[in-house]
């Protein structure tokens, strides 16, 4: 029973993080740049199928796809930045929605046009296939990998966010852009350069998940919700914020399916409710 | 001269009457307009890849059948649904009323053919489905006959198989919506019945992102089997969380419909796939003659794409059809053709098939089986059968 619960557990943390890993990108982008990226999904998918093509075409083994993930998101990322975003920083939450859902029909149709609708498979490295067992558990070698790599992001990004001196060009281009370009920094370039931040951890969030989420030209509609959800329970503009929501909604998910299945698919739900009630900007949330 | 000929009253009358037997010579003559075949597919959006398989199937039919049936010409008009039910329906109306089609088909899933239903019936033009698999679909007209399965045919031999082969405890895990629901009413009426214990019965969300869970409540539970039935594409996930959680190893068997391990992508799910065992109509490794034949040609085709089971449905679509004109003798009557077809039975590339005189539904052998993998590539061999498997709810 207690072996239960701790596997249950486990379960949801190796979740979480990988929700965390998709939906870091969208709390940089809305957070930090006040931008409402529908289309965040759109870059997970990009990653992915880079990861796919690099993989199935060119016989890349799968870590070293995962940078590969992340670099053509970012570019794609940068490039739209400046052809598209960029022009709509100004204009009201709705029109960034409606643009922003526009670009993620678009990528639908053109993934599903260059790849087909088909899920994409992946082949991980033996190491990181089936279980290992410790301490009298079964835990997934591949969800042990997830939760490493979770580690890893959050101390690069707190650290480039909250140390360096690009992470304090950014915070203060976000609180007073007009302060900021007179005290001379390139406003455009930190907003360029964090938005293709942004981009490459969802590409990377985007390679990481074939394996747990699948991956097919629907993948921007079908898993919006759970960006979204991480990004309102976490709160957008910080690091520890949605982290801390990724691991709450992953548990109970694991949790109310494994525990309640005839509810389970629910239960994430009750669980944002419940949070928003109690934490209404975020659980570290900067804005409303 | 010409223009004078033509210009003067007797000319003009002459060659109006020269025309007029000219048009009515060929009807004379061959007594033989083209006979046209309206086939209906999904062929863009999630459902692409069913009416690719399908489409790809009917032309090689017509590639290696020839292109006239009893001195009629075959036309196949193809179009895209998108797998939407009012789309299926206005295009049925086009091509019966403008195209005047002899013949609809296609129908890649169960809201389609019934929104066209009671358009057949109106304008007595036969419907060949060849995909929806849902068992009331043939009595919403008299004029469809289906040549590809029922969900219960093909579900209810996976039962009487665990029954015979010492299972006795299973867990259903369907994903909740409507196929699921139906398969899983079928194997736990079929299992229950013969004796066997029904564990839980677990139903995964739609849009469902992570099986983990679910199956580590399986494998806590400890069932001789797990049966499964999900979408196409969540098939991978399961039989990958299966394999990854290690249930395989705790002794429990993974059996379902054969879907799961669909002949288009089998190779590209891999590995996992392995020992899983399913009850199906079709294998792209069928031993026989005619199978092999049909895969060589298909592949060599279709860029090296396997034919799957909806590609059998189309390819045994357009035999039905070729067969009914022949007994018909050239026949546009849709009343004559669908009575053609009942009754009707031959060796498909699945292996032996027929129509059902009375409900029109296709009756066929439901083979079990195991994946394998041979020369590198991943196959599910068939390794028993029931024969002559009809609809269980007919």
């Not at chain 2, 031959?346 to 409900?359: A, E, K, L, N, Y």
């Not at chain 2, 195991?370 to 061999?381: F, L, N, P, Q």
Request: with cysteine.
């Amino acid at each position: 029973m207690i072996g239960n619960f701790v596997g249950v557990v486990f379960d949801g943390v190796a979740y979480g993080s990988l929700l965390f890993v998709i939906s870091i990108g969208l709390s940089v982008t809305m957070g930090l740049m006040n931008f409402v990226n529908l289309a965040h999904g759109a870059f997970a998918m990009v990653g992915g199928y880079a990861a796919v093509v690099m993989m199935t075409r060119f016989g890349v083994p799968f870590l070293a796809t995962l940078p590969v993930a992340f670099v053509v998101s970012a570019l794609v990322g940068a490039v739209l930045e400046r052809l598209l975003y960029r022009r709509l920083y100004r204009a009201s939450h709705l029109d960034q929605v409606l643009f922003s859902i526009g670009l993620v029909f678009m990528s639908i149709a053109g993934a599903t046009y260059v790849f087909g609708s088909q899920q994409q498979p992946v082949q991980l490295p033996a190491f990181l296939r089936g279980q290992v067992h410790l301490l009298g558990l079964d835990l997934g070698s591949y969800r042990l990998f997830l939760i490493a790599i979770v580690i890893a992001i959050t101390l690069i990004l707190t650290w480039l966010v909250e140390r360096t001196r690009f992470g304090a060009a950014i915070r203060a281009s976000v609180d007073n852009q007009q302060a900021s370009a007179g005290l001379g920094i390139d406003v455009y370039r930190v907003f360029s350069l964090t938005f293709a931040l942004g981009s490459g951890l969802a590409g990377l969030g985007g390679g990481l998940g074939i394996d747990v989420l699948g991956l097919d030209p629907t993948f921007p509609l079908k898993y919006m919700v759970y960006f979204l959800l991480v990004v309102a329970v976490g709160g957008a503009g910080t690091i520890k914020g949605p982290l801390i929501a990724a691991l709450i909604l992953g548990v109970f998910d694991v949790a109310g399916k494994y525990y309640v299945p005839q509810i389970g698919s629910f239960v994430i739900y009750v669980v944002m409710v419940a949070m928003l009630l109690a934490f209404p900007r975020g659980v570290l949330g900067k804005r409303g | 001269m010409r223009y004078s000929f033509m210009t003067t009253r007797r000319g003009f009358l002459s060659a109006l009457a020269a025309s007029a037997a000219a048009l009515s010579l060929p009807r004379l003559a061959w007594a033989a307009e083209p006979l046209k075949i309206g086939l209906i597919l999904p062929l863009t959006g999630p459902f692409a890849s069913t009416g690719r398989q399908i489409e790809a199937a009917c032309r090689l039919y017509i590639a290696r059948n020839g292109d006239t049936v009893a001195g009629r010409k075959v036309e196949l008009i193809v179009k895209d649904d998108t797998g939407s039910p009012e789309t299926t329906k206005r295009i049925a109306q086009e091509l019966i009323v403008q195209n005047k089609v002899d013949i609809l088909a296609g129908f890649g899933l169960t809201p389609l053919a019934l929104a066209t239903a009671p358009l057949a019936t109106e304008a007595k033009v036969p419907m060949v489905v060849m995909a929806a698999a849902t068992s009331i679909i043939p009595t919403r007209s008299p004029f469809i006959v289906r040549v590809s399965m029922t969900l219960p045919q093909i579900t209810q031999p996976m039962a009487e198989w665990a029954l015979k082969n010492n299972i006795k405890r299973v867990v259903t895990l369907v994903a909740d919506y409507g196929p699921g629901l139906d398969a899983e009413k079928t194997f736990v009426k079929r299992f229950t019945e013969g004796g066997g214990t029904i564990v839980e019965s677990i139903r995964s969300p739609l849009q469902n992102p992570d099986f983990a869970p679910f199956l580590q409540r399986v494998k806590d539970a400890k069932p001789d089997a797990l049966f499964v039935f999900v979408p196409s594409g969540q098939g991978t996930a399961v039989m990958k969380q299966f394999a990854e959680r290690g249930l395989g190893e705790a002794g429990i068997k993974l059996i379902g419909t054969g879907d799961v391990v669909d002949d288009d992508i089998l190779d590209a799910m891999g590995e996992p796939t392995l020992g899983v065992i399913t009850s199906f109509h079709y294998s792209a490794a069928h031993p026989s003659a005619e199978n092999k034949a049909y895969v060589e040609a298909f592949m060599k085709a279709n860029n090296g794409m396997r034919p799957n089971f909806m590609s059998v449905g189309g390819y045994d679509g357009m035999h039905m059809i070729y067969e009914a004109e022949k007994k018909t003798g050239g026949s546009s009557d849709g009343e004559k053709i669908v009575a053609a077809m009942k009754g009707m039975s031959w060796v498909s590339p699945r292996g032996p098939m027929s129509i059902d005189p009375t409900t029109r539904d296709v009756v066929q052998d439901v083979y079990i089986r195991k994946v394998e993998k041979k020369d590198g590539h991943y196959w599910s061999i068939e390794f028993d059968k029931l024969e002559k498997v009809k609809d269980p709810s007919s």
